[in-house]
């Protein structure tokens, strides 16, 4: 077992890198302020080719692989989590079961234009009633002649608003519980589709967060993603795909507090000397790193796991509760070392808190990262 | 338009520290980057043949781990890359480089060279119009902007000063000395980059791939001695302040106010 990357993967952790320095991090308090949307960065992402890494040649993407994706919302997230949450939530929850469900008609014609980022992609599954309970969906879809019908409500969904196609989850069959869910492709020029009003967040202010609403909204019957009733198993599927990509956010984040702080701890000076140079933040610092590392490695295994076609379920999840947790700590320590200027909007860690909250919260809570790792030791 | 781009792999001066007893480089883990000057470089022969068709050559001499920088140049776009790899190179100062890379470039087929200025380590700009006097072409240093003429057999190109600059017109086959200023480098797609490690390869020319005679080579064909090296002054980065008017006058004054010159 090696843990060093082949050149090439460094070679694009080095342009990933760059382009977060140059592009992303300059506005990442700015678009944190005002909760502005970066569509510029977007656009950006998308000439260099970020939001079709995972997508095959064939169909107009890089052809590369999970890990090379994971290093790229890594490195954004380490300047900014808002744009890291952009493009994960893109790539592994509207490109990733569009990839792996989709018919070979649907593939070439929406891969192309996510890859190119032509098109952004988002996901809907949760709804006021269906949070951690995903199965209890009540947005309906009712097939009538050639379309479905679909109507329903989903909440918080990332990428509302600017994306052009939803992965969207619906009853076709409620008598039959999950195995009465379908998933859909759902256009936003789609008749009856429609967003709700912007949510006011903690953190990731920048990134798009809005109620889906679909009255009567006609869905062709070919945007049926997979086969009808097999709906459920494409949401979690996706979410344990997803879930690697907030883990790599979430890693991201931890990264960008503790080279903010060891930056900081060795310009501060108190009592005549660097704050560096106390024992008591060398230990913190020791710590950071050593979780950060720790994480690292869980999300690295999660990703390579994906790309190995090994079941990765429980993988992905221990990379996302380590990781956002890690996050979450790390960056408190990182406010606790910068004392009174962390505490500013000036010096970001302040926003670096804020954000890494959500990782513990979204695409499946801690306690659910639990459950699943639990439930894969118990069956 | 056929392009060939000389680059060269050297260490990353803005992470040189200097051993502050013997006031030597001290390059131990120092990463090696492409030259920006020649990064630049090669950035606009790939827009420009982006725009006007043909290929983009790159040419480097160097050690073996300047492949790396070759995969790089891949990876960005250029069509093909070339190193001069070869134990008779070793030790050239800047007139046997120049012998080398211009002995290669005659075996290629080109309308333009483009060189950096002058690479971050030596900071010398005598290889690129060393090549130019080598091929017999004109040669136009510093140059910002590129524009090929509407027949392709010239292009004018905005030579930069400190203080001014000129516009030149100059027929191809010419040689131009890129400013980092010319091309904003790209950010490298994941699919060029493995592309450019899995698919692609850079090719080793060695002296005997040349038509040149070896005594024009290596340290024998370097007249330079090296007297003695010292580090560059720095000068800092400056900061750029965008205002108007009164607004711009009095932020100026506040600056002199702050530095003690008023």
Known sequence: MEFTFSPEYEMCRESFRRFAEKEAAPIAVEIDEEERFPAGTVEKLARAGMLGITVPKQYGGQGADNL???????????????????????????????????????????????????????????????????????????????????????????????????????????????????????????????????????????????????????????????????????????????????????????????????????????????????????????????????????????????????????????????????????????????????????????????????????????????????????? | MNIVVCIKQVPDTTEVRLDPVTGTLIRDGVPSIMNPDDKAGLEAALRLREKYGGHVTALSMGPPQAATMMREALAMGADRAILLGDRAFAGSDTLATSSAIAAAIRKLDYDIVITGRQAIDGDTAQVGPQIAEHLSIPNISYAQEITPSEDRASVTVKRVFDDRYQMQRVKLPCLLTALSELAEPRYLSPGRVFDAWREMKVENWTSADLDINPAVLGLKGSPTRVKKSFPKAVKPAGAVIRLEGREAAEAVLRKLKENFIL
């Open chain 1, 68 to 379: 090379v994706y994971i290093m790229c919302v890594e490195e954004l997230s380490r300047v900014c989590a808002t744009t890291g949450v952009i493009v994960s939530a893109h790539a592994s929850l509207c490109v990733a079961p569009i990839l792996e469900n989709g018919t070979e008609a649907q593939k070439q014609k929406y891969l192309p234009r996510l890859a190119s980022g032509e098109w952004l992609g988002a996901f809907g599954l949760t709804e006021p009633g269906a949070g951690t309970d995903a199965s209890g969906q009540k947005t309906r879809a009712v097939l009538d002649g050639d379309h479905y019908v679909l109507n329903g409500n989903k909440i918080f969904i990332t990428n509302a608003g600017y994306a052009d196609v939803y992965i969207i989850m619906a009853m076709t069959d409620p008598g039959k519980g999950t195995r009465g869910i379908s998933a859909f492709i759902v256009e936003k020029t789609f008749p009856g589709f429609s967003v709700g009003t912007k949510e006011k967040k903690m953190g990731i202010r920048g990134s798009s967060t809005r109620e889906l609403i679909m009255e009567d909204c006609i869905v062709p019957k070919e945007n049926l993603l997979g086969v009808e009733g097999k709906g459920f198993g494409i949401a979690m599927k996706t979410l344990d795909g997803g879930r690697i990509g907030i883990a790599a956010q979430a890693l991201g984040i931890a990264q960008g507090a503790l080279d903010k702080t060891v930056a900081y701890t060795k310009e501060r000076r108190q009592f005549g000397k660097p704050i560096s140079a106390f024992q008591n933040t060398q230990f913190q610092l020791a710590d950071m790193e050593t979780r950060t590392e720790a994480a690292r490695l869980l999300v690295y295994k999660a990703a390579s796991f994906k790309d190995a076609k090994k079941p990765y379920s429980k993988e992905a999840a221990m990379a996302k509760l380590f990781a956002s947790e890690t996050a979450s700590e790390v960056a408190s320590l990182a406010v606790q070392l910068h004392g009174g200027y962390g505490y500013m909007r000036e010096y970001e860690v302040e926003r670096m808190m804020r954000d890494a909250k959500i990782t513990e919260i979204y695409e499946g809570t801690s306690e659910v990262q639990r459950m699943v790792i639990s439930s894969a030791l118990l069956k």
